[in-house]
């Protein structure tokens, strides 16, 4: 088994370092793309009359909220056998991001940044103080009471007590932000359009790119983590790297 190096973090007043990202075919017999065995997939549509599918989430309670491109958001309270809509009071029905905290949900449109809902999606009201006109909302990560959007305009971040949005984008070079993922706490990865990886270890006061190991101009649109390990979905396919 050929052992990866530990990650180092090196901190200086305006440098961030991390591992090297390595192409990850691991789980693919063919070491093409990934596979993992399972069992077969099931549609599980019925009710969900827009099956442009670019959001779920999952709430405490156990019900799944789907974003759509077009048809808004969709409920379902028995594990995907039956769907119904709940757009009352979202103008935007462009829904590609979602995420739940506690009893609130979140959802990031296309061109009219954030809605949230606080009884399961029944009614929707925007969230928009403090994000420029017609926001593009691709990604939105929660940290206990914090929410964090990733946009066109780079990052921007929402407190339970906090008024407005505010922009953290210092150091982030490159603010088309396409995907989000927080680990241990303050640690918050930022997945651009062309440009790589960049990482905060201060809650998004200041970020630094973590691109070692990434083709030059990488396109990051997804993210997943796993024990000490980052994936990163690209348009060069799937790297890992180790989480600080």
Request: aromatic share 10%; charged share 5%; net charge positive.
């Amino acid at each position: 088994m050929k052992l990866r190096p530990r990650l180092l973090i090196v901190m200086l007043p305006a440098l961030i370092t991390c591992g090297t990202w390595n192409r990850d075919n691991a789980f693919d017999p063919k070491g093409t793309d990934i596979y993992k065995a399972m069992q077969e997939w099931t549609a599980v549509n019925s009710g969900l009359t827009n099956t442009s599918v670019h959001a779920l989430s999952l709430s405490g309670s156990g019900n799944i909220f789907a974003g759509t491109s077009g048809g808004g958001v969709f409920l379902s309270t028995n594990n995907g056998a039956r769907w119904t809509a709940v757009n009352s009071g979202l103008i935007n029905t462009s829904v590609y991001a979602l995420a739940i905290s506690g009893s609130a949900i979140f959802a990031g449109t296309l061109g009219g940044g954030v809605f949230l809902s606080t009884n399961n999606g029944a009614r929707w009201a925007g969230l928009n103080s403090g994000l420029p006109t017609n926001t593009y909302v691709f990604a939105l990560a929660t940290s206990g009471d914090t929410i964090f959007a990733g946009t066109n305009a780079g990052v921007f971040h929402f407190t339970g007590t906090g008024a407005s949005w505010t922009a953290v984008n210092s150091g982030l070079t490159n603010t088309s932000v396409y995907a989000l993922t927080i680990s241990g706490g303050a640690n918050i990865f930022a997945g651009t359009l062309g440009g790589g990886v960049f990482l905060s270890r201060n809650n998004g006061a200041r970020w630094a790119a973590v691109d070692s190991g990434l083709p030059a101009n990488t396109h990051v649109y997804s993210f997943v983590t796993n024990g000490g390990d980052i994936f990163a979905g690209t348009n060069g396919g799937v790297f890992l790297s180790l989480l600080p």
